[in-house]
């Protein structure tokens, strides 16, 4: 197969690690959670999306629960520069091993 011909890519996702200086804290079903990484998707018009992840605070089993993002700069930077990151760590792939 040579080129994009017949390749459909459905979706690009990358995992992120929130930066310590960068997480928060956010509640759901009386819960506190500690967001500590982000899932951020390229959608198919080329803007990005972004969910954070978290634990609860409390400690236990708790499930892994998402959230949304906050509109904060530092975030946003985190979020671009990471899509970067993954842009550059793709382009340079060495094919199957």
Same mark, same amino acid.
């Given at each position: 197969?040579?080129?994009? @011909? *017949?390749? &459909?890519?459905?979706?690009?996702?990358?995992?992120?690690?929130? %930066? &310590?200086? $960068?997480? !928060?804290? @956010?509640? =759901?079903?009386?819960?506190?959670?500690r967001l500590?990484?982000?899932?951020? =998707?390229? $959608? %198919?018009?080329?803007? $990005?999306?972004?969910?954070?992840?978290?634990?609860?605070?409390? *400690?236990?089993?708790?499930?892994?629960?998402?959230?949304?993002?906050? @509109?904060?700069? &530092?975030?946003?930077?985190?979020?671009?520069?990471?899509?970067?990151?993954? *842009?550059? $760590? !793709?382009?340079?792939?060495? *094919? %199957?091993?």
């Amino acid at each position: 197969m040579s080129g994009n @011909d *017949g390749v &459909e890519v459905n979706a690009l996702a990358i995992n992120v690690a929130i %930066p &310590e200086s $960068l997480r !928060w804290t @956010d509640v =759901r079903r009386g819960d506190t959670f500690r967001l500590e990484t982000l899932t951020v =998707r390229l $959608l %198919p018009h080329g803007h $990005l999306a972004a969910k954070a992840y978290g634990r609860p605070v409390e *400690g236990g089993r708790g499930a892994y629960v998402s959230f949304p993002v906050p @509109d904060r700069p &530092e975030i946003a930077r985190l979020i671009s520069e990471a899509a970067d990151r993954a *842009g550059a $760590l !793709w382009a340079s792939h060495r *094919g %199957p091993q």
